[in-house]
């Protein structure tokens, strides 16, 4: 089994900043991608960033500028700095991983954590 557990959600004002952390437990070999997503009440689930194990980074467009997300393989955790926050970025943030276990014969798994609400408010 593998675990994702996010933390460091809440409530900030506009222009604050919050930063996020997802940690990944379990019968890991290794992860590949590791990313965050946030879904608003009535809309679909955004993918907000990505990032590989080579490092490779990509962000949503909505995001670039203000939100930075990083790694630590060692820790199989990822964090994402979110800077000059908005209204408009008032979700559920859940992050993913894709988990190469040994039952999974190499191929990665994507598993999700629980969640986390952030609440961007005067």
């Known amino acids: 089994q593998v675990q994702l557990v996010e933390a460091g959600g809440g409530l900030v004002q506009p222009g604050g900043s919050l930063r996020l952390s997802c940690a990944a437990s379990g019968s890991i070999l290794s992860i590949t991608a590791m990313g965050w997503n946030r879904q608003a009440p009535g809309k679909q689930r955004e993918r907000v960033a990505f990032i590989t194990s080579g490092g490779t980074i990509n962000y949503a467009d909505s995001v670039k500028g203000r939100f930075t997300i990083s790694r630590d393989n060692a820790k199989n955790t990822v964090y994402l700095q979110m800077n000059s926050l908005k209204s408009e970025d008032t979700a559920v943030y859940f992050c993913?991983?894709?988990?190469?276990?040994?039952?999974?014969?190499?191929?990665?798994?994507?598993?999700w954590g629980q969640g986390t609400q952030v609440t961007v408010s005067s």
């Open positions: 993913d991983a894709d988990v190469v276990t040994a039952q999974g014969m190499g191929v990665p798994v994507r598993h």
